[in-house]
């Protein structure tokens, strides 16, 4: 496989095109005057200042398709969404509310139980929330709060250069007939290994090992630790072969654009690396030094003895999103 079969499959991913109106949306709520802010757009939560800690923020809508395809799925799918949103800032979830909109009482029960197993499994609250018992449509949307220490966040926004970038990935995982590009790796798995994983997060961060992280989301991999190279305005390289795969990996593209059930990509410190692989391989995730992170805003692959740009942000947007609240 050529190294522009990846790149072309990455830029043209609706996992990554659909995220390039965000910074439309997000310019009409300037964030001047509201000093309580410290972190917003371009994260995966929002932090807001509570004195000696943040509360995190953050919400997800899960795609219509998924709801209708398999609504128990996209109940669960959307607390595990935002509690991967949570666990990326370093922050522990204190409770979510829903806003649930049904047009037929199978896929409402459907739903519902998802969101029951996401909360016996993460052991987060569904505290509230609103319904719409005469939509016409069906939808799950869940926002979640949570806590982290000042000194702990972790931002999107704050790779610098020279810090390697890390993968973290569980492996054991399986695609759903019915999510194709979601690798499931939390349905199967001990309840207690599930919270686990979720805190290995926490603890990076109250170590204060990284500079940088996010959660592996719809963009894939790549298109992830693309969305954190935009947003803290650096660049990289990164080698594809130094990627964890699993070893019956059928389809290497379709692995990279997958939206992953428990990963991370953090950017950090070369002397931590080694002590952030260590913290997840013992809740089961495979980890490696993939790339380097540098301030040419240039994200470049090497595949095989090839090199390619996949991102140029002097000119290319994922998001489009800036940091503005806490510089």
């Known amino acids: 496989m050529e190294l522009k079969t990846i790149i072309d499959a990455i830029r043209q991913f609706p996992g990554v095109t659909r995220k390039g109106k965000i910074h ?3 310019d009409m709520f300037p964030l001047k005057g509201f000093p309580q802010v410290f972190a917003a757009e371009g994260e995966d939560a929002a932090a807001i200042d509570m004195g000696d800690r943040y509360v995190l ?3 997800d809508g899960i795609m219509e398709s998924l709801v209708k395809s398999d609504p128990y799925l996209a109940g669960y799918f959307s607390v595990l969404v935002n509690v991967n949103d949570i666990a990326a800032m370093g922050g522990r979830a ?3 509310v829903d806003i649930l909109s049904m047009s037929d009482a199978h896929s409402c029960d459907e739903l519902l139980k998802g969101i029951q197993e996401g909360i016996r499994r993460f052991n987060v609250p569904l505290v509230g929330g609103h319904t719409h018992p005469d939509c016409h449509y069906n939808a799950i949307d869940i926002s979640i709060i949570g806590h982290v220490p000042k000194d702990s966040i972790v931002l999107s926004s704050t790779a610098r ?3 390697d970038i890390v993968f973290v990935m569980d492996l054991n995982g399986y695609y759903p007939e019915s999510v194709p590009y979601a690798w499931v790796t939390t349905l199967d798995k001990d309840i207690a ?3 686990e994983q979720m805190e290995a997060a926490a603890v990076v961060a109250d170590r204060k090992l990284v500079h940088a992280g996010k959660d592996m989301s719809n963009p894939g991999c790549l298109g992830t630790l693309g969305m954190m190279l935009e947003c803290s305005e650096m660049g990289a390289t ?3 072969n130094k990627i964890p795969v699993p070893e019956d990996c059928e389809d290497f593209v379709k692995w990279l654009l997958a939206y992953q059930g428990c990963a991370f990509v953090y950017s950090c410190p070369p002397e931590s690396s080694a002590k952030v692989i260590e913290i997840f391989e013992k809740v089961g995730c495979k980890g490696a030094v993939v790339g380097k992170v540098d301030d040419t805003k240039v994200f470049k692959l090497k595949y095989n003895g090839e090199e ?3 991102f140029d942000f ?3 947007i994922i998001t489009g999103c800036r940091p503005k609240a806490h510089q």
């Open 238 to 240: 990164v080698d594809v």
């Open 193 to 195: 290994f599930v919270q």
């Open 314 to 316: 002097n000119k290319d």
């Open 57 to 59: 923020f953050a919400a």
């Open 308 to 310: 390619g740009v996949l």
């Open 94 to 96: 204190s409770g979510m």
């Open 24 to 26: 439309e949306v997000t």
């Open 161 to 163: 250069p020279g810090d």
